[in-house]
Every structure is written in C-alpha cells, then in structure tokens.
C-alpha cells in the first residue's frame, strides 16, 4: 500500500486520433513491465465501447481494458476503467460509471456533464495507484480536439488533473504522420505541450531507418524526444478488438461456415474470435445490404446494445427473410445476449428503456417472450451445456428477463455460487434453435470442441493460451522497438 501522499509512477499514453493503436500499445507495455516484475495496473478514464467485459467485482468495463488486465496478469476491476459509454443510437448512449448503470444521455447533455464525473474518474486512479508500481493510462480519441477541452476527462482534461507525463501516439499506416505530430503540438497550449515528454510512430511498414529524417523533424519542431518507431505488428488480430470497426472474416477457411449479420450496434463481438481463429470454420461476417449466404451451416445473432433498434435493423437488411429461408433449409440458428431475445415470438419495453415504450414483434424461432427492465445483470457464471454435457464459463450482461415453453429446454445449467444452480436460455424442440444470455462461451475450449464437433468440424484451438502468448510476443515487439528506458523514467518522473 502506497504512503499518503506518495505519488507513483504512471504514464498517459494519448494519440493523434481514434484508432491509432493506443489500446494495442498499453497492453503491449503492460506485459512488458510485468515481465520486469512490476506490478501493473492499466486505466482508461473513459472509453466509448460497446464491447464490455464483466469485472471480478461485479461490474463492466471496456474489453479493451480487461485485455489490458489480462495483459499484467491481474483481475479486472471497474476502477480500471470508470466511465464507459456505450452508444445506443447515433446520438445518445448508456453512461456506465464504475461499472454501473448511471443512465442514458445525448451527446450535448453528456458533454455538458462529463467535468461532474472527474472526483469519481480520479477515486478510480488513486484507488489502483495505491497498489500498483506502475499505473499505464490509455487516453481517449486525441488531445487536437480542443473543441472537446472543456470538461475534458479522456485526455488532457485527465493528464492535468492527475499531473500525468504524456507518450505520443502517431499511426504512419494512415499516412501524414508528420502533420498529425507536430499539427497536435501546434493546437495544445504551452502547459499540455510540456506535459508530452515523447512521441512514438506506430504500425511503420518496410525499414524504419527510412523514417530517420521524419523522426528529426518531429523532434525538432515539438522539442519532444523519440521513444521509437515500431513496426506493423501482424498478429494484432488475433487479439480482441475495441470496436466493431475492427471486425474481420474469419482466418479459417474450414468446411463448417459461420454467418453472423453485422448489426449497427454489434455489442461483445469478441466473442466470435475463438471461432475466427479455428482452422475448421470459415467464419463469415455479413454486412448490411448483403444477403446471408445460403449455404451457411449456422446464422449466429450476435449481441446487440439495443435489442428492439437493431431487430428493425435487421428486417430493413432483409435478414429475416434470409433467416427464415435458412430455418428452412435445416440450418442452425444461435442467439447471444440480444440475439437471444429477438429469436423470441414478442420483446415488451413497458418503461421505455431503450427509446419509446411498447412491445415489437420477434423472429417468432423460439417460443419465448423477452421483457426489458431497467435492472441490468452483470455477472460471471460457470456450470455445464446441457445438450453436450461439458463446462463452460462466461458472463452475463443484460437488460431483460426472458421466460416461455421454451426455456423449459434450457440450453445452460450455471452456478453463481456454490450450492446454488439456475438454467439459462431456450431451445426449439428439435434442438436447431438456441439462445442464451451467455457471453464468452466460445472461449472454453472444451465448449467450443463439443459444439463444433455437433457440427462436423474438430476444435484444434487453445484459445487462451493462445491470446496469453501473442501478448508475450507484442511485449517483445515493443521492446526491441520502443526506448523502453525512457518511458519508464518519464513515468517515474512523476514522482
């Protein structure tokens, strides 16, 4: 425990702009200074996701920053994260504050607000410094808009509040890093340029002694020093992405294909990624205007952060006449979370909790109903699939209670806690339909070996072990690449 008073080392790393690999980069350095015998702790004051991950102290936070956990080896806790926003329509979101509920705002009202929630995003940071050697702190979008300065909480808003060092992210791949680098010095007032120690130039193709000049330009025009130019990392896929703009095909090209209708608000799609990565599987992401292929074996619905909004969604694709066609033909259908629910006959929003009031028509394939309540279920569960009889574990992250003839064939039997057993999920009577609220199935092995197995094709994926050792692998990369020395003595200088 730290001494009152006694600041520990940390280190903001910000960027140029969204998706320049800022994620990526903290939880490369987390494993790397794990790896040094540090204990490491990641933060993100606010992310925008709705890509959650459940935390062991029953909350939810980005998976961004649960990957970033996984990366020091540690648990994931709300405080690693404190305020998450999940978008729930082009302009409004759910707002998650220490891993809670705290309601849902438009932008304008979030952006008139947000300073409020700055004593709640620094209790976080003080609560995890005060375990951690080393706090690495991940910022949000970029300091250059300086449009969004006031009441800011992501970037430099934080920096300042916490009295934060600053690494500089640029992402070459998109082209004018230069300007990106030295065009964020120029925006920035004196005190927040000075607060930027280095900058680094991140996914660089080819030989970066080419970039030799371009790095003393930077250098010379910000007055920053160089932390290294680190080249384009291949296996960065293999790992969960933050946002569904990061969504690919499968890497498998197998005799079982996977369709899987990318939804507007898509929510927990990292838990395609274990079948992404199965050689067995081809694994086919369908984007809007494109039918569902009709020789897919299974149509996976994935999680949704909102339900009824994306069900609209999916007729105005023509999904369900895909669906439908699909049933027909003796083709598997698999709902997860909000997949799950709109399988069912009706889905009832009596408080209006995901827009106006009322009840909307389901796909009608099992024989549930769905009705949202503003109670939502945040929790861990382990216990067996019934029709295969083997473990599993996962999360639940839900509004919504589901109930009908059909969950008298329930798909799950979890234990929250010992001695204490409940079913989850439907099934269609003749086993071709199921849904679960359970997140993170696919990533047991041994689930996703009996469940392909069902399906003609072998598992051949040991898909933990296989994230563990691809962090190992971006730890090395960043050390033979980044001035590894340097970034620890700035994130000491705050002492």
């Known amino acids: 425990m730290a001494q009152a008073g006694i600041r520990k080392p940390a280190l903001m790393v910000q960027g140029t702009g969204s998706n320049v690999g800022k994620s990526l980069i903290v939880a490369g350095l987390c494993r790397h200074f794990a790896n040094q015998g540090l204990k490491v702790a990641p933060f993100k004051p606010q992310n925008m996701s709705n890509n959650a991950a459940v935390t062991t102290d029953g909350g939810e936070i980005g998976r961004a920053q649960a990957l970033q956990a996984m990366a020091c080896r540690m648990p994931a806790t709300v405080h690693m994260n404190p305020v998450l926003l999940k978008p729930e329509t082009d302009t409004g979101a759910q707002v998650i504050v220490q891993g809670r509920r705290f309601g849902t705002m438009r932008a304008r009202e ?66 004018g890093v ?83 209708p990318v939804l507007a608000r898509i929510a927990n799609f990292d838990d395609l990624d274990p079948l992404r990565q199965e050689p067995e599987v081809t694994l086919v992401l369908v984007q809007p205007g494109q039918p569902l292929p009709g020789d897919a074996d299974v149509v996976l619905l994935p999680g949704t952060k909102s339900t009824m909004g994306d069900l609209a969604f999916l007729r105005a694709q023509g999904w369900d006449i895909d669906l439908a066609a699909h049933h027909r033909r003796g083709g598997r259908i698999i709902g997860l979370c909000g997949g799950y629910q709109m399988l069912g006959r009706t889905i009832a929003d009596p408080d209006g909790i995901e827009g106006r009031a009322g009840t909307v028509e389901g796909l009608g394939f099992l024989d549930v109903h769905t009705v949202l309540t503003a109670d939502k279920k945040l929790r861990e569960a382990q216990g067996t699939f019934l029709p295969g009889g083997v473990p599993i574990s996962g999360y639940e992250i839900h509004l919504g209670e589901t109930s009908g003839p ?54 051949q994926v040991s898909y933990t072990a296989s994230m563990d050792a691809v962090l190992d692998e971006l730890a090395g990369h960043l050390a033979r690449h980044m001035d590894m020395d340097l970034i620890l003595r700035i994130a000491q200088s705050r002492k």
């Open 110 to 175: 979030y952006g008139s607000r947000k300073a409020e929630l700055l004593p709640k995003v620094l209790e976080s940071f003080a609560l995890l410094s005060q375990e951690a050697d080393l706090v690495l702190v991940e910022g949000a979008g970029s300091p250059a808009e300086i449009n969004l300065r006031q009441g800011d909480i992501a970037n430099m808003g934080f920096a300042q509040a916490a009295d934060l060092p600053v690494l500089l992210c640029g992402d070459i791949d998109r082209g």
């Open 178 to 260: 230069i300007a990106s680098l030295v065009g964020t010095h120029a925006v920035l007032e004196p005190e927040e340029q000075a607060r930027i120690r280095a900058f680094f130039i991140n996914r660089f193709r080819g030989d970066p002694s080419l970039f030799d000049d371009g790095l003393g330009e930077i250098v010379r025009r910000t007055g920053w020093a160089s932390a290294g130019v680190v080249p384009w990392f291949a296996k960065a896929g293999l790992l969960p992405a933050e946002d569904a703009l990061g969504l690919e095909d499968g890497l498998g090209n197998g005799p079982v294909k996977i369709a899987v």
């Open 406 to 459: 059909d969950c008298a064939r329930p798909v799950l039997s979890l234990q929250d806690d010992p001695g204490s057993t409940r079913h989850d999920g439907a099934q269609s009577a003749d086993g071709r339909v199921l849904g679960t609220y359970l997140h993170g199935l696919f990533t047991g092995d041994a689930f996703r070996a009996a469940w392909l197995s069902g399906l003609g094709a072998a598992a």
